[in-house]
């Protein structure tokens, strides 16, 4: 009967509409890894750091951030080509996605690595994220 109101095009179209719907009512949530890693629209972040890197080397050897606490994670590339990866708290920041909030919930020392082969010394290129 619906076939015959719409007509084929319209009921195809309907049928279009509301598959689109529902998948981006399925797609939009994320769930936090057991670190506590959150999507910036999540948690409004109460401080920020900045990530600078340049050729073989990150601006801090040291990045502190408070247990419990969102923090936004801003990356900056100066000089060269390079990306921020903390595995453990699923943070992967480029030139594309140059920020992400996260809230940490275990204390410790979090390694964080050149995610691009930026040369020779890319394998120094690390840094320490430190949650107190």
Do not use: W
């Amino acid at each position: 009967m619906a076939i015959k109101l719409l007509g084929r095009n319209g009921f195809l179209l309907v049928s279009a509409g509301l598959l689109l719907l529902l998948l981006s009512a399925c797609g939009s949530g994320a769930s936090p890894d057991p670190a506590g890693q959150q999507t910036a629209g999540e948690a409004a972040a109460s401080e920020e750091i900045v990530i600078k890197a340049s050729n073989f080397t990150f601006d801090q050897q040291e990045y502190r951030v408070k247990q419990g606490v969102p923090v936004k994670i801003s990356f900056e590339n100066v000089e060269g080509t390079h990306g921020v990866v903390i595995q453990r708290l699923n943070v992967q920041l480029d030139s594309r996605n140059t920020s992400q909030v996260i809230t940490p919930e275990q204390k410790g020392e979090y390694e964080i690595d050149c995610s691009v082969f930026c040369g020779t010394g890319h394998h120094t290129m690390t840094a320490k994220l430190i949650v107190e």
